[in-house]
């Protein structure tokens, strides 16, 4: 069974930094595309940041380009997301994905997290 945990979410003033963490059982993240998407009540969901395996191209929303970084530690299982320069409107629950098929430039996630909440107050 495919486990993914996010942590790391809270509440934060605008101009502060949060890491969120997602560790993985039942998929290996070091051979998976990974990503973080958001979804902030009454908006659809965005995808945030990804990493494709091949190719090891990685993806940033616009909103958020320069302020966050998705990494990934292969020996723990676990993907990052370090956002710095938080924002009001980057307010939303925060959810992991892993094993993305792509198709082009778009990408269809098999295996999601519970989600962590992220509020930035300003």
């Known amino acids: 069974e495919v486990q993914l945990v996010e942590s790391g979410g809270g509440s934060v003033q605008a101009g502060g930094s949060l890491r969120l963490s997602c560790v993985a059982t039942g998929v290996t993240v070091s051979s998976n595309s990974v990503g973080w998407f958001r979804q902030a009540p009454g908006n659809e969901r965005e995808r945030v940041a990804s990493?494709?395996?091949?190719?090891?191209?990685?993806y940033y929303a616009g909103s958020v380009k320069g302020r966050f970084t998705i990494s990934r530690d292969n020996a723990k299982n676990t993907v990052y997301l370090q956002m710095n320069n938080l924002k009001p409107e980057d307010t939303a629950m925060y959810y992991c994905?892993?094993?993305?098929?792509?198709?082009?430039?778009?990408?269809?996630?098999?295996?999601w997290g519970q989600g962590t909440q992220v509020t930035v107050s300003s």
């Open positions: 990493n494709r395996i091949s190719g090891d191209i990685t």
């Open positions: 994905a892993a094993g993305g098929i792509w198709r082009g430039t778009n990408v269809d996630f098999r295996y």
